[in-house]
T-cell receptor
């Protein structure tokens, strides 16, 4: 079955560390997205990518970085510059006229 | 910029009853898509229903239906015969149909937490 796989499900980061969240899709979607979800808030867009080797900043890109070397993969790195990284992170992909298909998310906690 | 407002942070409904979740949005565009997503405790986001703005007919998916009022910029979700499995966060979302470089940003509301009472 086609879908989006995010890993790991839970991730713990020490102060000053960079961590990378994985997102893989086999839906043949061109566009992929990373959202952050905090309690009491909606989803906020971090980065998005329409095609391989191209990506754009979303509303809250500071402290994050991404790459898009393959159509299927869109990893997100949370850098030490992100001062409040504890959140739930959702990856999504879409076709041209569709809504999003989401992964199951990664819960990141700073320890 | 488009905004999506869900004014009900929490709602509750008795099992087998009907509940309506509200959503309003602000846009200057005439062609767009609207969505309702469900996020159960597992936190997996699931597409519930979708509406194209150019269609006057309200979308329906089994027990889920919408009341789309384009002039009022209102997009409410009605859940009929509520079941325990309907308990979740529900997010209203807006997506432009303008293919600006192929990317169509989705804007989400802040969500409504639905409790289903047995």
């Amino acid at each position: 079955d086609g879908g989006i796989t995010q890993s790991p499900k839970y991730l713990f980061r020490k102060e000053g560390q960079n961590v990378t969240l994985s997102c893989e899709q086999n839906l043949n979607h061109d566009a992929m997205y990373w959202y952050r979800q905090d309690p009491g808030q909606g989803l906020r867009l971090i980065y998005y990518s329409q095609i391989v080797n191209d990506f754009q900043k979303g509303d809250i890109a500071e402290g994050y970085s991404v790459s898009r070397e393959k159509k299927e993969s869109f990893p997100l790195t949370v850098t030490s510059a992100q001062k409040n990284p504890t959140a739930f992170y959702l990856c999504a992909s879409s076709g041209r006229h569709d809504g999003y298909t989401f992964g199951s998310g990664t819960r990141l906690t700073v320890v | 910029a488009q905004t999506v407002t869900q004014s009900q942070p929490e709602m509750s409904v008795q099992e087998a009853e009907t509940v309506t979740l509200s959503c309003t949005y602000d846009t200057s565009e005439s062609d767009y898509y609207l969505f309702w997503y469900k996020q159960p405790p597992s936190r997996q986001m699931i597409l519930v229903i979708r509406q194209e703005a150019y269609k006057q007919q309200n979308a329906t998916e089994n027990r889920f239906s919408v009341n789309f009022q384009k002039a009022a910029k209102s997009f409410s979700l009605k859940i009929s015969d509520s079941q325990l499995g309907d308990a979740a966060m529900y997010f209203c979302a807006y997506r432009s149909a303008t293919t600006s470089g192929g990317y169509q940003k989705v804007t989400f509301g802040t969500g409504t937490k639905l409790q289903v009472i047995p």
